[in-house]
Each structure stands twice: as C-alpha cells, then as structure tokens.
Nanobody
C-alpha cells in the first residue's frame, strides 16, 4: 500500500531542464521497483525509465537516453527524474509508478501493465 505524488512539472523552452519528483505520501518506496511513464494527448502511456529497489539497475526508452536520469533516495522516500535538453516531443503528462515485481529482466519493467500503483501525474510542456 503506497500513495504517490508527482511534482516539478511546468512550461519550459526547448533545451531547458526540469527535475520531477515522486514522493510517497503514504507507505515506503523501499519495497518497490519504480518507474516513470508519460502520456501525450491522443497517445498511449509510454515507458520512460525504471530503477531497481537499490537504485543499482536502471533502464530508459531510447528516445531519452543521454538526456534523462532516474534516481532514488530511499531515505527521503522519493524518486526523481532529471530531464535535460528537453525537446517539444517530450511534452506529456508524466506519471510515477510502483511495482512489487522481482527477479525480472529490464523489459518486464518497461510495460505499464506491470505496475500496481500510480500517481496523479504532472504536466511537462516544452515549447520551441
């Protein structure tokens, strides 16, 4: 049982940076593998990044590799998504998610169906 709250979204210009935060308002994130997903208007929810319980293993969708970094601070019960060199195509609502999954390869955590808990989302808009 965990409740997630995203924050840090906003309106920025192409090339700018944002850091999104996902905090547990209830429960602890230590028990969960965490992921970030995004959804643009009229499109399906898309995997962005995931991190293991310890933060030692991570994966990203190809379109954000080298620009985005997922991290977690279990002492603060928070997961972050640092987004650099933002592009207009990054515009979407970004969602934080948690799953109980264990002993799976990275591809398993890249499917939205694997996640049990979701935040409300935070809007990121990148203008050109």
């Amino acid at each position: 049982q965990v409740q997630l709250v995203e924050s840090g979204g906003g309106l920025v210009q192409a090339g700018d940076s944002l850091r999104l935060s996902c905090a547990a308002s209830r429960g602890t994130l230590t028990s969960y593998v965490m992921g970030w997903f995004r959804q643009a208007p009229g499109k399906e929810r898309e995997f962005v990044a995931h991190t293991s319980r310890s933060g030692g293993m991570k994966s990203y969708v190809d379109s954000v590799k080298g620009r985005f970094t997922i991290s977690r601070d279990n002492a603060k019960n928070t997961v972050y998504l640092q987004m650099n060199s933002l592009k207009p195509e990054d515009t979407a609502v970004y969602y934080c998610a948690a799953t109980n999954g264990i002993y799976h390869d990275s591809t398993w955590y890249q499917m939205k169906e694997r996640y049990d808990y979701w935040g409300q989302g935070t809007q990121v808009t990148v203008s050109s």
